[in-house]
């Protein structure tokens, strides 16, 4: 089984429709992440939390909300979806031991807008 | 704004042959470099990283060159297999403050090395 899982793998939505990307997490990790993948722009930090009651935003939080139920769960939301979120999102995890820790990433959700 | 520039955005490579990825960072604040691979349908994984405080550290066929000076650093990978072909991306972090514990990632390099 997978250490870091996201929900849904793929989804194909419309324009204005409310999204919720889920991840979850068995690594025992306190230190999560949501990432955006657009070709040719690399992996942009949409949002991270260090624990349960820590939410910081990234650099492109703009359109895009995030809730950390527990220590394992933390769920992304697009409250009215639109075409430029089109993208490959990832969910990351890293463990609070010092800070070099690598992050350890889910096999990403396939997001489409029409 | 991107802090941290790769290139090329893609790279053919003979099986046999030497790849070779470059990045370019602007904040001296950096301090922590790592690079990721990434396989079709999967998420980035570490690879191999480095600190700023050596030049050059080596694991198996993956070598990272780091110039300090210049605020650049490359991934090599020596003998290059079909199985290297992959995205890779280089990253950065810094220690301290709020930015603790992130990385800001360069844009991608997808790499095709040809039997």
């Known amino acids: 089984d997978a250490d870091v899982t996201q929900t849904p793998r793929n989804r194909i939505t419309k324009t204005g429709k409310r999204i919720m990307l889920e991840c979850s997490q068995t690594?025992?990790?306190?230190?999560m992440y949501w990432y955006r993948q657009d070709p040719g722009l690399g992996l942009r930090l949409i949002y991270y939390?260090?624990?349960?009651?820590?939410?910081n935003k990234g650099e492109i939080s703009d359109g895009y909300s995030v809730s950390r139920q527990a220590q394992a769960k933390f769920s992304l939301s697009l409250e009215s979806a639109i075409p430029n979120q089109t993208a490959l999102y990832f969910c990351a995890t890293s463990d609070r031991t010092g800070d070099r820790q690598p992050q350890h990433f889910g096999d990403g959700t396939r997001l489409s807008i029409l | 704004q991107q802090q941290v520039k790769q290139s090329p955005q893609s790279l053919i490579v003979q099986k046999g042959g030497i790849s070779i990825i470059n990045c370019a960072y602007e904040?001296?604040?950096?301090?922590?470099f790592p690079w990721y691979q990434q396989f079709p349908g999967k998420g980035p994984a570490l690879l191999i990283a480095i600190r700023p405080d050596v030049s050059e550290k080596k694991e198996g066929r993956f070598t990272i060159s780091f110039n300090k000076s210049a605020k650049q650093f490359s991934l090599h990978i020596m003998d290059s297999q079909p199985g290297d072909s992959a995205t890779y991306f280089c990253a950065a972090s810094m220690a301290g403050g709020t930015s603790y514990g992130k990385l800001t990632f360069g844009q991608g390099t997808i790499l095709t090395v040809h039997p």
């Open positions: 939390s260090f624990d349960v009651k820590d939410i």
């Open positions: 904040n001296t604040a950096f301090d922590y």
């Open positions: 690594k025992g990790h306190d230190r």
